[in-house]
């Protein structure tokens, strides 16, 4: 059983997402705040007319901020048929993995990373993370 | 089989509406006996889906529908008169109608529903006629299976309610289909005109239908896409309605169209133009999918449908196109993007200084404006598409119920969206379920309380400020302030001092927190717990409100307030902290520019609580950016107070500034920002930024949840001014039973506090009243009338500029409006006069006496406002 995950870097690890459910990947837009939102999220952005909800993955994994003056990424995905905007330091490529290569996530793994990570796939180039997107975007 | 499912899907449609009508025509039936054309309609619908029935092979629905018209001929021809056991059994068939067709729409069968008993009670029912004639057995019965009656009494409310949710489910579900549907669809758009010969072809092979005048009255329904209708226009349109007029035949043209949007009452009616007994074969232009619907049905009407019967005629569908409600939102949606956009180029022309290009821009805005305004009234309804099912409901329920309701229903042509008309259809048969199950009494009950045994339910709707006002009104018992109160308080939703402290009018908001139902015995109609909250819910949810006004013993009023559409509402845009968030205008009352926050007229304290003095009233303040924990404003800033109204209560909102005013286009906000309560949606600016709309309700109950009271009658003093006549006053008695009145505006609380507060300053009585020494001011001893010691004071508070004096009275009695033009001058020493407020004599305070008295200095400070605080005293 073969899958194929599009990648994205945050704070220099790789994440892989089911490819299925990448609406797009592009540039980040202007983010309007929402004041006294759960921590996590970023704002709201105009997507082509559309209001789309952004989400600071950095914040939800209990990551330090992105480095001032660098840009993220957006992955759009879709998430009970909403949309929904991962903010991500960089986009990667899509990458075919096999089942036999994925592993659980180990227990030394971080609190906040282990809530939203579904294991690991063993690739030769190094790990690749599957993020859970419902528990990643979850309110 | 797709066409034979075409056809299937088109008769269900059909049918769907024309059993909507049917419950009601069968109700007023009842109240009018002989009316003939309602007799007529009735008729002419199960005749229809008796002939459709027999035509698809559908042998139970025939076999109801059959028996019932044999019952309706005998109505219809006199032989009969219509009373209860008849409506009785005639509704109890529209019930198995809809169950068979519910079951043909979920799997194509009839299923498993078993019409004998029905067929059997009719039977039973025309046989009660002694000179029945025998013919009216129907032939095809089966072996007539004595069914105990109890098994299928009157149908339990609840299905009836949920009876149209099967058509919405199927209109909604047909999208998909409608593409492959081929002929009429595909043609019509490029050219109407073709359509008008194809029409008049199967005309020609009919002229029968010429005889009927009934005809000429319907021109209805071109089978024309929404798309060509709406954007070809008027023309497009009068010229389809005049061929189809001429030639009379409506039928094909109309029954084609594929997604029956619009309630079509006059089905009924229509369903006899076509007495074509051709096979769809010959006439496969236009008529392939209506044909079969009618044809059989109708090859056998035409001689007995009573020809003098043109009123039945109901206007609703007249000159009218079937529109597919996906299309509609669609148009919507891009109407919405357009006056993004023209915001935008607006924007744009408004800083080039290019006069060319302002004036396209604003010829642009112009034309969006008047598209904005054409495609939000094709989306209108008139609410007597909801009311429709109200009759056959209140009837059901208040014979459940037992009581004797007549209904009366104004204003049913009132136009709303039909997305906020689908939302308060809930709400409503909440609202009048509870009316016939705890609103009217039993007729029993009524005739001892000198009221007629019939209770009166009214509908109303009428537009009033931008809105659409819905009120159901019922002269039932009314809600009694006092039993709620003591509800609340056992629920523990408030405390007794809580309650003690609260109007009447106030008590009855408490109806609408969640988990509150005053209904004494739980019946199966109403009081399941799930309560006003709901109703309330879903309402505020459409971005309307809800409020009920109630006197014991003579009835309720409940009030829906719901605005106009949804999609595109005028905001005010306010900047806070730099970011632009939308205040609906419906709750925006005025804007208070403040000049820096040093000078006077500023923001002033109580407590902790900022408020601002607004025409003489304390308004309570919101400050946006504490609201949003961002930063404080530079002190020089200048600030803006936006005054909004949610529900009863007023408050200001304090912003940076005011931006703008404009047209909004609401973007439905994630779910996952919803449990945040502040923010109604979302919206695009010129520039394409998204903004947040503030959601102005929520707003209010976050900050102010605890104070509600205070505001709402700072909210009631404030109508003080603008009515001189009429003076919301509080009665409080004074002991000896004397009561004494103090003018509503004078009081900003209510407390009970332990005697043991009041403590001494030289011979003068004071308290610590948030974190401020009080003076006390005793009106019994001031007034000279004896009252028991009691451990608790009851205290009315009485606050300006941050001084507060505590007004000691022995008991609050009521709140209650107070007539200038009853007052006496007989007064005495520490009253201003006199006046009888609830058929007792009550002593109108002079206030400022009596502040006077406890302090002495209090008035020094504002000499100027004298005169006006005299006003409102009533002096």
Not at chain 2, 637 to 643: F, H, L, N, Q, Y
Request: proline residues 7%.
């Amino acid at each position: 059983m073969s899958r194929q995950l599009a990648t994205f870097v945050l704070d220099g690890a790789r994440y892989g997402v089911d490819v299925v459910r990448v609406q797009e990947a592009l540039r980040s837009h202007t983010r309007t705040p929402v004041p006294l939102a759960p921590a996590g999220i970023s704002g709201l952005v105009n997507l082509r007319g559309e209001v789309v909800l952004s989400i600071d993955l950095r914040v939800r994994m209990g990551l330090p901020p992105l480095a001032a003056g660098a840009e993220p990424m957006m992955v759009v995905v879709q998430v009970d048929g909403e949309p929904i905007s991962l903010l991500v330091d960089e986009v990667g490529d899509v990458i075919d993995v096999e089942e036999t290569q994925f592993e659980a996530p180990p227990d030394t793994l971080a609190a906040e990373l282990r809530e939203v990570i579904l294991g690991a796939y063993k690739l030769d180039g190094g790990l690749l993370l599957a993020l859970d997107v419902e528990r990643a975007t979850a309110a | 089989m797709e066409d034979l499912d075409e056809i299937v899907h088109e008769f269900l449609i059909e049918s769907h509406e024309n059993l909507d009508q049917l419950d009601s025509d069968l109700v007023a039936l009842e109240s009018t006996p002989g009316a003939r054309e309602l007799l007529g309609s009735v008729f002419r619908t199960i005749h229809t889906i008796k002939g459709t029935s027999g035509f698809l092979a559908f042998g139970s629905l025939e076999k109801v529908t059959h028996a019932g018209e044999n019952l309706l001929v005998e109505l219809r021809d006199g032989r009969r008169s219509m009373d209860q056991p008849t409506t009785d059994v005639l509704l109890e068939m529209v019930d198995s109608i809809r169950a068979i067709l519910e079951s043909i729409e979920a799997d194509g069968t009839e299923g498993s529903v078993d019409v004998a008993p029905v067929v059997e009670r009719i039977r039973a029912v025309l046989e009660a006629r002694v000179d029945a004639p025998e013919a009216a057995v129907p032939a095809e019965e089966p072996a007539a299976e004595p069914e105990p009656v109890v098994e299928t009494t009157a149908p339990e409310p609840a299905p009836v309610v949920e009876a149209a949710e099967p058509v919405l489910a199927a209109v909604a579900a047909e999208p998909e289909e409608a593409p492959a549907e081929p002929e009429p669809a595909a043609e019509a758009p490029a050219a109407p005109a073709p359509a008008t010969p194809a029409v008049r072809k199967v005309v020609a092979k009919k002229p029968v239908v010429a005889k009927k005048p009934v005809v000429a009255k319907k021109p209805v329904v071109a089978k024309k896409p929404a798309v060509a209708a709406a954007a070809s226009g008027a023309t497009g349109r009068a010229s389809a309605v005049a061929t189809e007029t001429a030639t009379e035949q409506t039928r094909p043209a109309d029954d084609g169209a594929p997604h029956p949007v619009l309630p079509d009452m006059t089905d009924v009616g229509r369903s006899d133009v076509v007495p074509s007994p051709h096979p769809p074969a010959d006439t496969p232009e236009v008529a392939v999918p209506p044909a079969p619907v009618t044809a059989p049905a109708e090859a056998v009407a035409p001689p007995e449908v009573p020809s003098s019967d043109a009123t039945t005629a109901r206007s609703a569908a007249d000159g009218s196109i079937r529109v597919d409600v996906d299309l509609l939102d669609a148009l919507m949606r891009q109407v919405s993007e357009l006056v993004l956009a023209r915001n935008a180029i607006s924007r744009l022309a408004e800083g080039g200084g290019d006069v060319d290009l302002a004036r396209a821009s604003q010829r642009l805005s112009l034309i969006a404006s008047e598209l904005q305004e054409g495609v939000m009234k094709t989306r209108m309804q008139p609410i007597e598409h909801v009311w429709s099912k109200v009759p056959r409901m209140v009837r059901d329920l208040a014979a459940a119920c037992d009581r004797q309701v007549r209904l009366e229903m104004i204003g049913g042509d009132t136009e709303l969206d039909r997305s906020l008309l689908e939302a308060i259809k809930d709400p409503l048969t909440h609202l009048i379920r509870n009316a016939v199950d705890h609103g009217i009494e039993s007729p029993a009950a009524r005739v001892a309380a000198g009221k007629p045994a019939q209770g009166l339910l009214s509908l109303r709707a009428y537009h009033a400020g931008g809105q659409v006002v819905v009120e159901i009104t019922d002269d039932g018992k009314g809600v009694d302030p006092q039993a709620v109160a003591s509800t609340a308080v056992r629920r523990g939703v408030r405390t007794t001092e809580q309650v003690a402290n609260m109007a009447p009018a106030e008590l009855l908001q408490l109806l609408f927190l969640p988990g509150f139902s005053t209904a004494e015995a739980v019946t199966n109609v109403s009081g399941r717990g799930v309560g006003m909250d709901v109703v309330r819910t879903k309402i505020e949810s459409i971005g309307g409100t809800v409020d009920i006004d109630s006197t014991v013993g003579r009835g309720t009023t409940w009030r829906l307030r719901i605005p106009l559409t949804l999609a595109i509402m005028p905001a005010v845009t306010v900047e806070c902290d730099s970011e632009i968030y939308a205040i609906p205008q419906v709750s925006l009352l005025e804007l208070v520019a403040l000049g820096d926050s040093t000078s006077d007229g500023a923001i002033e304290y109580v407590g902790s609580s900022p408020v601002y003095r607004l025409r003489g009233d304390l308004l309570p303040l919101v400050d946006l950016r504490e609201l949003f924990g961002v930063p404080d404003r530079s002190e020089e800033g200048r600030t803006v107070i936006a005054v909004l109204q949610a529900d009863t209560v007023r408050f200001g909102l304090v912003v940076d500034r005011v931006l703008n005013t404009e047209e909004i286009v609401v973007k439905p906000l994630s779910a996952r920002l919803k449990a945040i309560g502040l923010y109604a949606g979302a919206t695009l600016m010129g520039d394409g930024r998204v903004s947040l709309i503030l959601d102005v309700q929520g707003l209010a109950r976050r900050s102010m949840a605890a104070d509600v009271g205070e505001h709402a009658r700072a909210l009631r003093s404030d109508e003080v001014l603008h009515d001189v006549q009429t003076v919301q006053t509080l009665v409080a008695g004074i002991g000896d039973g004397r009561r004494v009145a103090i003018p509503l505006s004078a009081v900003t609380r209510l407390e009970k506090l332990p005697a043991a507060v009041v403590e001494h300053v030289g011979s003068r009585e004071v308290m610590q009243y948030r974190g401020q020494i009080t003076p006390v001011a005793r009106l019994d001893r001031m007034l000279g009338s004896l009252s028991d010691q009691r451990d608790e004071l009851t205290v009315v508070m009485y606050t300006r500029n941050e001084r507060s004096v505590a007004i000691v009275v022995d008991e609050i009695i009521d709140i209650v409006d107070d007539h200038a033009s009853r007052h006496s001058e007989l007064g005495d020493h520490g009253l201003v006069g006199s006046t009888v407020l609830k058929e007792r004599v009550t002593e109108l305070l002079d206030i400022r006496a009596a502040v006077a008295a406890a302090d002495p200095s209090f008035f020094s400070d504002d000499i100027d406002e004298l005169a006006a605080f005299g006003e409102l005293v009533g002096v």
